[in-house]
């Protein structure tokens, strides 16, 4: 998925940004979440589509076409699959192990909102 025609990098530093970015994305949703960003979910919502617009312009400069929209789909997915796994987690440390479903689970529920990117 390397296309030297793009961008010369070697398959290890290939693979290394492609790992990395997984890691600073969630890291950066996860801050964004926690900021008073999410109590308007229009501006939340096109705070995230630029974002991921420019990455996904970023990575059409370093791999190939097809390289950058798996990229960006295993980002997205990434975002949606840890909403899941840590609000999940939030809510039975809460409830004590009880798993019990709650409406308002603190910035858990906030956050677990956004998991498909877009305002409800």
């Not at 961008?7 to 969630?26: D, F, K, R, T, Y």
């Not at 609000?87 to 909102?113: F, K, W, Y």
Request: charged share 15%; with cysteine.
């Amino acid at each position: 998925m390397i296309d030297p025609s793009v961008a010369n990098l070697s398959p290890g530093l290939a693979i290394s940004i492609s790992v990395l970015s997984l890691a600073v994305v969630w890291l950066i949703y996860d801050r964004l979440c926690k900021t008073a960003l999410v109590e308007n979910n229009a501006r939340f919502f096109w705070v995230m589509f630029i974002g991921l617009t420019l990455l996904a312009y970023l990575f059409t400069e370093l791999f190939s076409a097809r390289a950058a929209y798996i990229q960006m789909g295993a980002i997205i997915g990434t975002l949606m699959v840890a909403n899941v796994f840590f609000v999940h987690h939030s809510i039975a440390t809460q409830d004590g192990g009880r798993h019990e479903a709650r409406r308002g689970a603190g910035s858990g529920d906030r956050q677990s909102r956004f998991s498909t990117l877009f305002p409800q």
